[in-house]
């Protein structure tokens, strides 16, 4: 008798467990959402950016001058004053999301800027126009409608366009964290293309991304590499028109 009791409770216990696994409501999935980054410029100090976040930013050019993040250096957004004789193509960077969609989109080029006395810069990514979007019944999808070109300054100071998928040198660039004082120094760029929000964990606005089942992103990861007279060697990442979603 007592063993049929013990099989009575032990049955009813295993009906509970059940009961609680079925009834026990599903975690909802997170509500679709867009972030889109102009330029996001990364060293050991403070980050700087230019986002929208369910937003639109369009203007011819954006310059944002010598800053803490970077007191040797200027991030130009479409400017053609200082373009690789690109054509006209204003900055614009645009995220939005309902309840069953979102889309982020981003077009124009960076510059970087050293102060160089030529007028010069460094480095041009042209980014074209590129954008993911997705749908909570639907796929993720991811456009670029241009190919994305790279330049650096390399020999008398001049533009040169390179293979984006290898680093290249450049002629020397100043210090990005306190500018010409010390000469040029020996500089590397290397371009990174977004192809998941995988890649972006590092930086604290994708993060909130991470593990979303349905999510996408695409832009550009610029790596920077400059290596002081001591050979020690600084490095700096600038996020340029980068798009993600997740529904």
Not at 47 to 62: C, F, H, I, S, V
Not at 217 to 241: F, H, N, W
Request: charged share 20%; aromatic share 6%.
């Amino acid at each position: 008798m007592l063993r049929k009791d013990a099989r009575l409770l032990a049955a009813a216990a295993t009906s509970a467990a059940l009961l609680g696994v079925i009834t026990t409501p599903a975690l909802a999935a997170p509500a679709p959402e867009a972030t889109v980054m102009a330029y996001l410029f990364e060293s050991a100090g403070s980050p700087e950016w230019l986002r929208g976040q369910n937003a639109e930013y369009r203007q011819p050019q954006y310059v944002s001058g010598l800053t803490s993040a970077h007191p040797g250096w200027s991030v130009h957004l479409s400017d053609e004053t200082v373009g690789a004789g690109l054509p006209k193509q204003e900055i614009r960077v645009a995220a939005k999301h309902d309840e069953t969609s979102a889309s982020a989109a981003t077009s124009g080029f960076l510059s970087l800027t050293d102060q160089d006395p030529r007028e010069v810069p460094f480095l041009v990514l042209k980014m074209g126009s590129s954008s993911v979007s997705c749908t909570i019944d639907g796929p993720v999808w991811r456009n670029g409608s241009s190919p994305t070109r790279l330049f650096v300054r390399q020999q008398a100071g001049e533009l040169y366009e390179v293979d984006i998928t290898q680093e290249a040198g450049t002629q020397g660039v100043a210090a990005a964290d306190r500018g010409t004082r010390d000469g040029l120094l020996p500089t590397t760029v290397k371009a990174t293309r977004i192809n998941s929000i995988d890649q972006l964990a590092q930086y604290d606005h994708f993060a909130r991304y991470q593990g979303r089942e349905k999510s996408g992103a695409i832009g550009y990861e610029l790596t920077i590499t400059q290596t002081e007279r001591d050979g020690a060697a600084k490095t700096y990442r600038v996020l340029a028109g980068v798009s993600a979603a997740s529904c």
